[in-house]
């Protein structure tokens, strides 16, 4: 979904003929969002919904996972390929040698068939917004959020951010705890938790570290 997002945002510049919108809002998804953020996080899911396979007419729609045993292959993998070089296509106009080069390495593990060239594939097409995607977004936004201020106590405490810590979380209503328990997984491994309490109303325990964010 942010996927999605961030494609018709570039295009629209690049269709609009401002090549810097473009450059600004790829610099910020590929170096702050997915290298800082997303693909870190998907490489360590235990499972995500398979994704649309490609065809060779359309090879960047929604390619297929890394065939299994191959050195990039694992239970994570179906979605940040795709991801990936979605973002090469979209990079390409601006880096052209760089993008090629990655293009080149990753695509023979992607599709059958003669190997063509980043430059003389189509420009990457997308999959239509759906219903949960400004649902999704928002989960994310706010799940980010909230690491930020864990890393913030983090840093006034002088811990070190590998430390496994317990987190008590708590909402201000039963259904914004049902919608972080949805999230648990993620949350745990992004902040580090070693134990994680999401409730309504709780009370901190005395001494506790604690935070106000508003994703709660």
Not at 66 to 77: D, E, I, N, T, Y
Not at 109 to 130: D, F, K, Y
Request: glycine letters at 6%; proline letters at 16%; aromatic letters at 6%.
């Amino acid at each position: 979904s942010r996927s999605r997002q961030v494609h018709k945002e570039v295009t629209n510049a690049f269709y609009r003929q401002r090549p810097g919108e473009a450059a600004s809002r790829l610099r910020h998804w590929a170096g702050d969002e997915c290298c800082g953020w997303y693909f870190p996080l998907l490489q360590h899911l235990p499972s995500l919904p398979p994704t649309a396979p490609a065809t060779p007419s359309s090879p960047l729609a929604s390619p297929p996972a890394f065939p299994p045993g191959s050195p990039s292959a694992g239970p994570a993998l179906p979605a940040w390929p795709a991801v990936f070089e979605e973002l090469l296509a979209l990079l390409h106009p601006l880096v052209p040698c760089l993008t090629e080069s990655l293009w080149q390495d990753l695509r023979p593990l992607r599709l059958p068939g003669p190997l063509t060239t980043l430059a003389a594939s189509p420009w990457p097409v997308t999959t239509p917004a759906e219903p949960r995607d400004a649902e999704l977004l928002d989960d994310m936004a706010q799940l980010l959020h909230l690491v930020l201020a864990l890393r913030g106590l983090r840093a006034i405490y002088l811990l070190p951010e590998p430390t496994p810590l317990p987190l008590l979380l708590s909402t201000a209503s039963a259904g914004e705890a049902l919608r972080w328990r949805r999230h648990d997984p993620l949350l745990r491994f992004a902040a580090h938790l070693s134990d994680l309490t999401i409730g309504p109303g709780l009370t901190p325990p005395p001494g506790a570290a604690q935070a106000v964010s508003g994703a709660c």
